[in-house]
């Protein structure tokens, strides 16, 4: 598997440096701090793969806040996946909340969508939605970010959070798989 790893890592094609994914998220927590600065919200990280881009935009939102996790995967440290799973629920109460979900990628929306409504169903105010990516999948997603950092073609992608098989979190910037191009 390391073999795989390493190979996958050494051809990859770099579509965004750490200072650019850095500088985006600069700018994503503006957009963020002018619009929710004075709604105490609850943010919610998606784990596994939100955990980057949360703790990379916590220290950058100069407002009052919450946190707490959620965890809600289709692919389940897989390339590919169906159906969600809910591994993890936040235990703060999300009633009368405003609420920010903060995820690395919008791929194809259901993931965000179920959160999302997830939310709604335990009686939030408001729900808003951070991603660091937004890919371009071609087609209507069910639910778009608030706010995005990057946008990104429709490729497989690992870095900042994303990985490959449960690898590459860690890789410091975001890099997309050649042998899946």
Same mark, same amino acid.
């Given at each position: 598997?390391?073999?795989?790893? &390493?190979?996958i ?8 440096? #750490?200072?650019e ?13 002018? &619009? ?20 990379k935009?916590?220290?950058?939102? &100069?407002?009052p ?12 440290n ?5 159906d ?8 703060t ?5 405003? %609420? ?13 969508? +179920?959160?999302? +409504? ?8 408001? %729900?808003?939605?951070? %991603? ?8 209507? &997603?069910?639910?778009? +970010?608030?706010?995005?950092?990057? #946008? ?13 098989? +449960?690898?590459l ?9 050649? #042998?899946?191009?």
């Amino acid at each position: 598997m390391l073999d795989e790893i &390493k190979q996958i890592e050494q051809n990859a094609i770099c579509l965004y440096t #750490e200072q650019e994914v850095e500088a985006a998220l600069d700018d994503l927590a503006t957009v963020i701090t002018s &619009k929710l600065h004075d709604q105490n919200p609850l943010v919610l990280c998606v784990i596994n793969g939100g955990i980057v881009t949360t703790g990379k935009l916590l220290p950058r939102l &100069k407002f009052p806040l919450t946190l707490d996790s959620i965890y809600a995967s289709r692919y389940c440290n897989s390339t590919a996946g169906t159906d969600i799973q809910w591994l993890y629920l936040p235990t703060t109460p999300l009633t009368g909340r405003n %609420v920010l979900i903060i995820d690395d990628i919008l791929d194809e929306g259901h993931t965000l969508q +179920a959160i999302a +409504a997830y939310c709604r169903q335990q009686g939030a105010n408001t %729900v808003y939605s951070a %991603v660091l990516l937004d890919k371009n999948i071609g087609h209507s &997603k069910p639910i778009q +970010a608030d706010f995005i950092g990057l #946008e990104v073609a429709n490729l497989y992608l690992f870095g900042y959070g994303m990985d490959y098989k +449960a690898y590459l979190r860690n890789a410091a910037g975001i890099y997309a798989c050649k #042998e899946i191009l």
